[in-house]
């Protein structure tokens, strides 16, 4: 990764040893707050058990979770594309995902889409090129946005179902490990009012949304009402694909 040594926490930090979203307004909107504990809370969980080897970051921006893998992988390679919001302050290799990635068959162990492939127009093409520089065995970590509002526009395309997910890594010849919804349907409402407060200056009231969403929201819920609406209602998506041994 370039400038390694310069990196620092952006999108998601530490706090009491917990990965969670910025509170640092310049690098996280308030009302995006919750969608990145959620996704931090994913990834946490995910990265001890999935992540080895040569990483490959898809559409990496600040690379905002580099402190989180940085110790399971033995080299890391990022790449976006030259419209990218975010910089290449840390990119080692500028393209398209909508083609061909400029790295050699079966040279990586771990790659990591985060927040990326709802905004690739032709998304099949990445989901093949993850396959061909996964080595076999190797592994994707993918999350994305279902319940969510346009960002990043022009270039937001698509909101996938588990469905859709399923059906891409199918088509590319990965075997899906997880695949879990994330959120429910008292986070997505709460981050449509925290975005609307935020917008009318409301700030206060936003994050006071979103803390009652997660907090009081689960005790009055109770867990299996809440994975009810986490099912119906999904926030969100993360998933671990693997590309099966004796594959080429």
């Not at 490959?56 to 030259?82: F, H, T």
């Not at 290449?88 to 889409?113: A, H, K, N």
């Not at 093949?128 to 946005?145: D, F, Q, W, Y």
């Not at 859709?164 to 008292?186: C, H, K, M, N, T």
Request: charged letters at 25%; glycine letters at 6%.
């Amino acid at each position: 990764m370039q400038n390694s040594l310069e990196w620092l926490p952006t999108k998601f930090v530490r706090k009491h040893g917990k990965l969670r979203g910025s509170r640092d307004k310049a690098e996280l909107s308030i009302a995006s707050r919750l969608m990145a504990d959620l996704i931090a809370q994913a990834y946490e969980a995910a990265i001890p058990n999935h992540v080895s080897g040569r990483l490959l970051d898809l559409g990496c921006g600040k690379a905002p979770l580099y402190e989180s893998y940085r110790e399971y992988v033995s080299d890391v390679q990022c790449i976006d594309w030259s419209n990218s919001p975010h910089g290449v302050e840390y990119t080692d290799q500028v393209c398209d995902l909508s083609e061909t990635i400029p790295y050699s068959d079966g040279r990586f162990e771990t790659i990591i889409l985060s927040d990326v492939l709802e905004h690739l127009p032709e998304p099949i093409k990445c989901w093949h090129e993850m396959h061909r520089l996964l080595s076999p065995g190797g592994k994707a970590l993918i999350n994305v946005p279902f319940y969510y509002q346009i960002h990043e526009a022009p270039h937001d395309f698509y909101r996938y179902t588990e469905f859709a997910l399923r059906r891409f890594a199918q088509e590319s010849g990965f075997d899906v490990i997880e695949l879990s919804p994330f959120g429910g349907a008292l986070d997505v409402l709460a981050d449509l009012s925290a975005k609307l407060l935020v917008e009318v200056r409301l700030s206060l009231a936003a994050r006071l949304v979103q803390y009652l969403a997660r907090s009081i929201g689960d005790a009055r819920l109770g867990q299996k009402a809440r994975q009810h609406t986490t099912a119906r209602f999904p926030f969100g998506y993360f998933m671990v694909v693997v590309k099966p041994l004796g594959s080429s």
